[in-house]
């Protein structure tokens, strides 16, 4: 080969080798998702939770580039940094891994598989090019206003204002992304990125969720026919007490007079003594209803303890910071 041909062939290998540098670079994340994705060997629940919300191929790619694993009580409170003790935390995407608590309630079936979503969502948001970035937090500002009036959800993103400054919109992206069910159809068609059928993730975000909020409806429910209860308990027990004293001195009365030859008649006496006798019997129906009232409050009281306990379940089921005693 003659040095000027020679220098050709090198002049274009060290143009491949610029340009498959030039793509390295430009997709050098997408080569270190490879290359995780390829290293990875996700267990059979790792692989449950993302077909359980519909993964499609890219957000399934995603979520095992950032090799996701399911830990519970302290080690998933060491990988996830908790620091607010009022709020549980059920999953986190910390150093480029997901972490999802281990909640093994079977009422409440379909978190875990919401938290991979939800977690998924924030790695696929860092990995937005700031002009996709910038679009989509204009989607997601305008699905805001739609729900900031809601005051659960106003204090949600509060919650995340005052222990991720700075990450509003990472957090309504996986927030609307997975527990609402309608958005814009740009919106809509953004997320056909990471989700076959997003609404089957909505569904799973439904169906555990309405088990806090039928007790939360019961709790509020009978908190206030108690109060109201107790108002009317009161309020005709005093009365009850009050009538009673003024029956039993109109009694004394009655009586001295009967003894004294106070009456004109018999017949004065039995009208005299038949009012009185009506009055002690309406007083002995109030009793009844007074007691009748005591009894449903303790009943209703029950039921309200019962809620409380089974609330205080659910609550102890999704909080890591609860370790299980150790065996011996």
Not at 7 to 14: E, K, N, Y
Not at 80 to 101: K, P
Not at 203 to 221: D, G, L, P
């Amino acid at each position: 080969m003659s040095p000027t041909k020679s220098s050709i062939v090198s002049l274009i290998i060290l143009a491949i080798f610029a340009a498959a540098a030039g793509t390295l670079f430009l997709n050098r994340q997408w080569v270190i998702d490879q290359i995780s994705v390829w290293q990875f060997k996700p267990s059979t629940e790792v692989r449950s939770l993302a077909s359980g919300v519909s993964l499609s191929s890219n957000g399934t790619f995603i979520y095992y580039a950032s090799q996701p694993s399911i830990e519970s009580t302290q080690r998933f409170n060491d990988l996830c940094g908790r620091t607010e003790q009022s709020t549980a935390i059920l999953g986190c995407y910390n150093g480029d891994r997901i972490y999802v608590y281990d909640v093994t309630n079977p009422r409440l079936s379909g978190i875990k598989e919401v938290t991979a979503a939800h977690e998924m969502l924030h790695a696929a948001y860092k990995r937005l090019s700031d002009s996709d970035k910038k679009r989509v937090n204009e989607l997601l500002d305008t699905e805001y206003n739609k729900l900031k009036d809601d005051q659960k959800f106003a204090d949600r993103i509060a919650f995340y204002a005052r222990t991720e400054p700075g990450e509003r919109e990472n957090e309504l992206h996986s927030i609307i992304g997975t527990e609402v069910d309608i958005v814009s159809p740009e919106l809509e068609t953004y997320y056909q990125r990471y989700f076959t059928d997003r609404h089957k993730v909505f569904a799973r975000y439904a169906a555990y969720s309405a088990v806090f909020k039928e007790i939360e409806t019961k709790t509020n429910m009978l908190s206030a026919s108690l109060k109201l209860l107790a108002i009317k308990i009161e309020t005709e027990t005093a009365q009850y007490n009050a009538n009673v004293k003024v029956l039993n001195q109109d009694i004394v009365t009655f009586n001295a007079r009967a003894k004294n030859g106070g009456f004109s008649s018999q017949s004065e006496f039995a009208a005299e003594r038949s009012v009185l006798s009506d009055r002690a019997l309406t007083l002995d129906a109030t009793r009844r209803s007074i007691s009748s009232d005591l009894a449903s409050y303790e009943s209703q009281r029950k039921e309200l303890e019962s809620i409380s306990t089974e609330a205080a379940a659910l609550n102890r089921s999704i909080d890591s910071t609860l370790a299980p005693a150790p065996s011996l």
